[in-house]
């Protein structure tokens, strides 16, 4: 049985999560709910959303604030950001979550394909990023997550534009960690593994596939979306008030 650890300094934090409705987003709107925290998100899947939010009031006494965005909208993104801090005050914590792991070759890719993919994969978190700078800065503090892959260490082929993006996202972080520092807010990366959402599970996962998941990895487990939430909710919190610009696994040891 999973039994995430509770962080008390997350009570009634304001925390914002970009495509947080399905997958690792909703293991994280879910957990960060479970820790009494105000929880704001993002999604463009909206009967998703509003059913994982119906069920976190059912289940946990709380109800997320589910935002409908489309997060290439970044005038409609930072409006949501806005209205999430109306709503449950200064957002403490952020987590760029949200992606799209399209397949594609390298033939097929034309400069509007390219620029899609950035505006999915890359160009929210900055924004997101701008967003909530000011309200950090009154905080006094803040912990801002950027989630990217080990696909790119890996070399897997197949989704350039993808694996470009996610790479970009370590420079963003690191950049980010130097100029809001001295604000007190912090910024790490997280980078997951093949976590075994049902997105994951319906569209890629092979026999073929999970054996050489299974070669690679260290820990011979599929990895479920709690185990990323999990470390979130650590950088989140101020049990690691002294971690910025850094990355953390969460890969069974597979990169």
């Known amino acids: 049985m999973h039994m995430p650890a509770i962080y008390p300094d997350l009570k009634e934090r304001s925390v914002f999560v970009t495509g947080g409705g399905s997958g690792i987003g909703a293991a994280l709107t879910e957990a960060f709910v479970k820790q009494g925290a105000n929880v704001a998100f993002v999604d463009i899947a909206e009967t998703e959303s509003r059913a ?15 935002v409908p965005c489309d997060i290439r909208d970044v005038a409609a993104l930072q409006a949501a950001v806005a209205e999430a801090g109306r709503i449950f005050g200064d957002i403490s914590v952020l987590l760029n979550n949200a992606a799209n792991d399209q397949r594609h070759t390298v033939e097929s890719v034309t400069p509007d394909y390219w620029d899609d993919r950035m505006a999915i994969n890359q160009r929210p978190m900055f924004f ?7 309200m950090m800065q009154r905080l006094g503090q803040g912990s801002i997550v950027n989630f990217g892959s080990i696909s790119w ?20 972080t690191r950049g980010l960690a130097r100029d809001f520092g001295i604000h007190g807010i912090r910024v790490n990366t997280i980078l ?10 319906a569209l890629w996962l092979t026999a073929e596939a999970e054996k050489e998941m299974l070669a ?13 939430a999990d470390m979130a909710l650590f950088l989140a919190s101020d ?5 910025t610009a850094q990355e953390f696994t969460v890969d069974a040891g597979w990169s």
């Open 52 to 66: 994982l939010a119906d069920r976190m009031e059912i289940e946990h006494g709380r109800r997320p604030l589910f």
């Open 128 to 134: 997101t990023a701008q967003a909530v700078l000011p």
């Open 153 to 172: 260490k890996l070399g897997n082929g197949g989704m350039p534009a993808y694996t470009t993006a996610k790479a970009a996202v370590h420079g963003l």
């Open 192 to 201: 997951p593994g093949w976590v075994m959402t049902e997105r994951q599970k």
């Open 216 to 228: 690679g990895q260290c820990l011979k487990i599929h990895i479920q979306p709690t185990a990323i």
């Open 239 to 243: 049990a690691s008030v002294a971690c």
